[in-house]
């Protein structure tokens, strides 16, 4: 039996030393030197690209400055209650002065026919019970075509280029809340007799409809109007 010498005190072959144990890595974990499975595989189609339909159910759409809300690319500008305010009385002016230049021809005629009654004749009272006959008809006429156009201007235009005249003069439009493209006939009647029926109460419903924007906590600014019909102004 011999013993190992001063410098190999334990007899250990110095051909043969014992390696050091190298501790193990954790199971399912990749080894060193290896790289961690599926790196440097392609990456499915659209990863890490914002989904097509935008965030937060906003169309996804170039709107050429800051979105809101939120400021998240992608999402359209929301109009301002001041800018729909405004296309609302641009509006308004226009259907005043065509109103205007309606009641006018309307009256002329009426007027005309009153002014030949003569006082003293035999025939005066039916004379006079004629010429207001035809004012009360002409004015009939003009409420009969007032709504005819109020009709086709809220909701041709609307639907076919987006807007009013008002609100395309101060830059805001309808679009649909889903796709943010125009919207079709069928919603912009919905938004356009929504404000009309309101208006039977005294005109109180009518004024709750445009005011509801105000009370809307999606950030889009919606009135009633813009709910039921899946709709939303948005400025250009």
């Known amino acids: 039996m011999s013993f190992g010498s001063p410098n190999n005190p334990y007899g ?21 030197g290896q790289q961690p499975p599926g790196y440097g595989y392609p990456q499915a189609p659209g990863a890490g690209v914002p989904p097509q339909g935008g965030y937060g159910g906003y169309p996804s ?28 009385v641009l509006d308004g002016v226009a259907f005043m ?35 207001f006959g035809d004012l009360f008809a002409s004015m009939m006429v003009v409420f009969v075509i007032m709504a005819a156009i109020g009709l086709l201007y809220e909701w041709l235009l609307t639907s076919l280029l987006g807007g009013t005249l008002g609100k395309l003069a101060v830059g805001i439009r309808v679009v649909n809340v889903n796709t943010g493209q125009k919207i079709g006939l069928g919603s912009s009647f919905i938004r356009w007799i929504i404000p009309i029926v309101g208006s039977f109460a005294c005109g109180i419903g009518q004024l709750l409809v445009y005011l509801s924007p105000f009370w809307d906590k999606s950030g889009r600014q919606q009135g009633w109007h813009d709910k039921a019909a899946s709709t939303m102004v948005i400025q250009n």
């Open 12 to 32: 250990q072959n110095p051909q043969n030393p014992q390696q050091p144990q190298q501790p193990q890595q954790p199971y399912g974990y990749p080894q060193q």
């Open 61 to 88: 759409y170039p709107t050429g400055g800051p979105a809101a809300p939120g400021g998240m690319p992608g999402m359209p500008r929301v109009a301002s209650m001041g800018r729909r305010f405004g296309a609302r």
């Open 97 to 131: 002065v065509i109103y205007f230049v309606l009641g006018l021809l309307g009256l002329a005629g009426s007027a005309t026919a009153i002014e030949d009654c003569d006082p003293n004749a035999a025939n005066y009272d039916s004379c006079m019970e004629e010429g």
